[in-house]
C-alpha cells in the first residue's frame, strides 16, 4: 500500500469514529477564538478556558484590548505559559487587525500570519473553526508525535509535517484530520505510553504495541 492510500486509510479510519471534531477552547466568536489560538500555544486548552471567561469579559472588544494596560492584562492570563510575551502580542495583534482589517479577522492564511502572535498552526485553526475553509494541516506536537509514529513523515519540523501531510492528503481531509489526530494524541497516543489496544488505528500503525 502507497503511503498516499494509506494516508488516506488513516483519515477515514478517524473520521469514521470521531467527526467533525472541534477545537476544545471554549469561545463564541471569531475575536475570541483568535485570541484563546494565540493563548494555547504549549499551553492546554484547559488552561486557556480557565482565564478566557474573565479575560473576554475585562476586554469585549478589539479597541479595548489595543488600549490594555499591559501589566493588567498580564495579571488576566498568569496561568498561562509565557504570558507575558503573550499579552505583549495581543495588545500588538488588537492594534493590527484595528488598523489593517477594519476590526475583522481575514479569512487566508496570507492576512492571518501578518498579525502578531498567529503562527501558522493558529491560522489554520482559524481558517477551520470559523471559516470552514482548510488551506493547510494543522500541525502541534500532537500531529508532530502521532504523524511520526503512523510513519506518515519522518519530520519533526511542523512546516516540514505539513507540507509531507498535505502531500498525501488529498485537500478533502486536512480539516478533520489535524483534529482526531490531536484528540487521538492527547488521549489515547500520548507520549509516554500509547494505549495501542485502544487505538482504532492499531491494524494500521508501523508503531503499535512496540512503545
Ligand atoms: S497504534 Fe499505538 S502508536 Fe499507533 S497511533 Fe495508535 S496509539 Fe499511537
Given at each position: 500500500m502507497d503511503l498516499s492510500t494509506r494516508a488516506i486509510e488513516i483519515a477515514e479510519l478517524l473520521q469514521k469514529n470521531n467527526d467533525s471534531p472541534e477545537t476544545e477552547l471554549t469561545t463564541s466568536n471569531e475575536r475570541e477564538l483568535l485570541i484563546a489560538v494565540c493563548l494555547s500555544a504549549q499551553t492546554t486548552d484547559k488552561k486557556v478556558n480557565d482565564v478566557t471567561p474573565a479575560l473576554f469579559k475585562k476586554y469585549p472588544s478589539w479597541e479595548t484590548l489595543a488600549d490594555a494596560n499591559l501589566e493588567e492584562l498580564q495579571s488576566y492570563i498568569r496561568q498561562v505559559n509565557f504570558h507575558k510575551g503573550k499579552a505583549e502580542r495581543l495588545i500588538k495583534a488588537s492594534r493590527y487587525i484595528l488598523d489593517n482589517f477594519n476590526g475583522k479577522v481575514p479569512d487566508t492564511i496570507e492576512s492571518l500570519i501578518?498579525?502578531?502572535?498567529?503562527a501558522r498552526k493558529s491560522a489554520n485553526v482559524i481558517l477551520n473553526e470559523v471559516f470552514d475553509k482548510a488551506e493547510g494541516v494543522v500541525v502541534d506536537t500532537h500531529v508532530t508525535r502521532v504523524s511520526n509514529r503512523l510513519g506518515l513523515t519522518s519530520n519533526q519540523d511542523p512546516k516540514k509535517i505539513e507540507k509531507d501531510l498535505m502531500a498525501i492528503l488529498p485537500k478533502k481531509y486536512w480539516r478533520n484530520f489535524s483534529g482526531n489526530i490531536v484528540l487521538l494524541g492527547r488521549y489515547v497516543c500520548k507520549a509516554r505510553k500509547p494505549a495501542c489496544d485502544k487505538c482504532h488505528l492499531n491494524q494500521i500503525c508501523p508503531s503499535a504495541f512496540k512503545i
Open positions: 501578518e498579525i502578531p502572535g498567529v
